[in-house]
């Protein structure tokens, strides 16, 4: 039977997706709303494969698959996503990931791409380059302004002055939670990807502060 250990952050997404590979025969041998707790325990358990989220909180999903590549793990690892971002995409396809599905298409395609994963060493999702291809035309057609809230625009500001999150609760009198709540909605909105400074270049680029 093969062996799985799951990551996800959000415990309700966690136990569906252990119940959906019990369901289909999987040993799920671990399952962890921590990163760090996942990264152990595949190095431990050496499972055949790992499934992972990769916005998670301290270490995400490709800085977690970096840490097994470079430990030369032979777990093969899945990638699972909200965000059809082409460079987050190509970065995970360098550190060599097997696997790559967007959340939305967990259900009909996760057994798809373990198989696939498992026979072939690679699955990437057609679906993901459609919407990818989609959502770069969609976002270069529209006004960025009408994506954003006010208090979006106003967050940005801040970061193209070079504040903190701290900073930026302070003046605002919001607490640092909700910043990177805004930061969160705002890179997902305009399509960026999760390296840690593409909102400031962005911010730089379009706006006149």
């Not at 959906?20 to 152990?40: C, D, Q, R």
């Amino acid at each position: 039977m093969t062996s799985v250990i799951i990551a996800d952050d959000h415990p309700f997404l966690l136990r569906g997706t252990k119940h959906f590979l019990e369901s289909n025969s999987f040993n799920v041998i671990g399952a962890y709303t921590n990163s760090i707790e996942a990264l152990n325990s595949i190095l431990a358990k050496k499972p055949t494969l790992a499934i992972l989220d990769i916005s998670m909180p301290g270490m995400d999903g490709l800085e977690l698959a970096q840490k097994l590549t470079d430990n030369h793990s032979k777990t093969k690892i899945i990638l699972l996503t909200m965000h059809n971002d082409l460079s987050i995409f190509n970065k995970a396809k360098s550190i060599g990931v097997n696997g790559y599905i967007l959340k939305e298409f967990v259900e009909t395609e996760l057994i798809t791409c373990i198989k696939n994963v498992l026979s072939s060493d690679y699955y990437f999702s057609s679906k993901l380059h459609t919407l990818i291809k989609n959502n770069s035309r969609n976002t270069t057609k529209s006004n960025w302004k009408e994506l954003l809230t006010n208090s979006e625009l106003k967050i940005i500001e801040q970061i193209t002055l070079y504040k903190s999150n701290k900073e930026i609760a302070d003046l605002f009198f919001i607490s640092i939670r909700t910043v990177e709540t805004h930061r969160r909605n705002i890179i997902k909105k305009l399509n960026l990807s999760s390296d840690k400074n593409a909102l400031l270049m962005w911010g730089l680029k379009h706006l006149n502060v």
